[in-house]
């Protein structure tokens, strides 16, 4: 377990309320002392990312929805990417919470960077 800050809340713990939505995600990157925490800024970045692709994918996915015929064999399919990104974001929550500095593909490597590990 990483240690508390002055306000009794946990790097763990704030690592993984980050993963709730994107406003303590970014309240963690600028308030200190979370800002000065490496793993609380890696899970913060990392929830951003996150939520960023999901959106996009969603917004991606309703365009080719929307062609005739097409959005048949799309609507199944943004069901199963809704699923995924739903699994993906309870892990990294879970793993946040348990101390684990879990990358995920492609956003884990931009969340590392913007993180400066």
């Given at each position: 377990m990483r240690?508390?800050?002055q306000s009794g809340l946990s790097d763990n713990g704030a690592g993984a309320i980050a993963?709730?939505?994107f406003l303590p995600a970014i309240a963690f990157l600028v308030l200190p002392p979370y800002?000065?925490?490496s793993f609380v800024r890696f899970h913060a970045w990392q929830s951003i990312f996150l939520a960023?692709?999901?959106v996009?994918?969603?917004v991606i996915l309703a365009i080719l929805a929307r062609i005739p015929l097409f959005g048949l064999i799309i609507f199944p399919i943004m069901l199963l990417v809704d699923l995924g990104m739903f699994v993906l974001w309870i892990l990294a929550l879970i793993k946040a919470l348990n101390g684990v500095?879990?990358?995920l593909p492609v956003i884990g490597a931009l969340a590392e960077g913007q993180a400066g590990r």
């Open positions: 240690e508390s800050t993963y709730i939505s800002n000065k925490s960023v692709a999901w996009a994918l969603f500095r879990f990358k």
